[in-house]
């Protein structure tokens, strides 16, 4: 198992070193599994202390190229990146890639993550509706174009539930965290499609009529990239407690919400610990809270 994220240089970086450095200490026996933080053009644009700390993790710095003209897209980076993993996975023959979002943390050993035979996709579904749609509302226009253009089977959608709003929704697959078998090439496949589509002036309405369809077409495009690949029989729902949304805690469902942040397996945190408040929204046991004041900037 190979653990991945994208490291973005400059006042964000600690996120990764805290992600990483969360990997080696709460991951159990999966703590020592490879670290790769993908790093837009060059390893040089980090901090000599980023890179020394990553180093000491005994992280891999793995550079990618990043077109100027897709920069600026949202969240298109990460699309960029998580293919860039994906392939050096592939060429060396690793089993399964974990993609994680930056503002991650493992809070304890992430077992779960393992695919089972047969698997070869571990997922959440979005926690939101959002721009998704309810399993028995019809397609609708945005989304018969993206099923159109990612090749999706008419008989392979099937509901699923958002893991704040509880709605049952068509499948709508978050971004944020991703198990996947790298000969699959997914992720390839779904850097590809977001590519040859994000500007496509078909698309151009949806995001003159919300500004919500722009920021979550990479996650659109990943859903149709699934869909069109796999059958529901080769995906994996990963429990509702990897990466759970600590940002979203005061909305989670009552029933399913953890009483401390020890509790979760990993965990999504967005711009929460960047709140001067952030220790007040979920109690946090030892020793984990204390690991947490020493690293969290502020």
Not at 142 to 158: D, I, M, T
């Amino acid at each position: 198992m190979i653990f991945a994220f994208m490291i973005y240089p400059g006042k964000l970086a600690w996120q990764t070193c805290l992600l990483a450095e969360s990997i080696r200490t709460f991951a159990g026996n999966i703590a020592n599994e490879p670290i790769w933080v993908l790093v837009p053009q060059s390893v040089e644009s980090l901090l000599a202390e980023t890179r020394a700390n990553l180093e000491a993790q005994q992280v891999r710095l793995i550079p990618f190229a990043l077109d100027e003209a897709v920069v600026n897209f949202p969240f298109a980076a990460k699309v960029v990146a998580a293919a860039a993993a994906e392939s050096v996975a592939m060429a060396e023959s690793n089993d399964q890639l974990v993609w994680m979002d930056t503002d991650s943390l493992v809070v304890q050993e992430p077992a779960d993550l393992r695919l089972t035979t047969m698997k070869q996709v571990g997922y959440r579904p979005v926690d939101h509706t959002l721009i998704g749609l309810l399993w028995d509302a019809p397609l609708d226009a945005f989304w018969e174009l993206v099923y159109e253009r990612c090749g999706v089977l008419a008989k392979r959608p099937f509901p699923m539930t958002g893991s704040v709003d509880r709605k049952r929704i068509r499948p709508y697959f978050n971004a944020g965290m991703l198990v996947t078998r790298p000969g699959s090439q997914l992720l390839q496949n779904w850097c590809n499609q977001f590519l040859q589509n994000h500007q496509d002036p078909a698309f151009t309405p949806f995001y003159e009529q919300h500004v919500l369809y722009r920021i979550f077409m990479h996650q659109a495009i990943l859903t149709g990239t699934i869909l069109a690949q796999f059958e529901q029989s080769e995906l994996q729902l990963l429990p509702h407690l990897v990466n759970y949304p600590l940002h979203m805690h005061a909305t989670y469902p009552r029933s399913r919400r953890p009483a401390l942040l020890n509790d979760v397996i990993t965990t999504r945190y967005d711009e929460l610990l960047q709140a001067p408040n952030w220790r007040e929204l979920i109690d946090i046991a030892e020793p984990l809270q204390s690991w947490l004041v020493a690293r969290v900037p502020g």
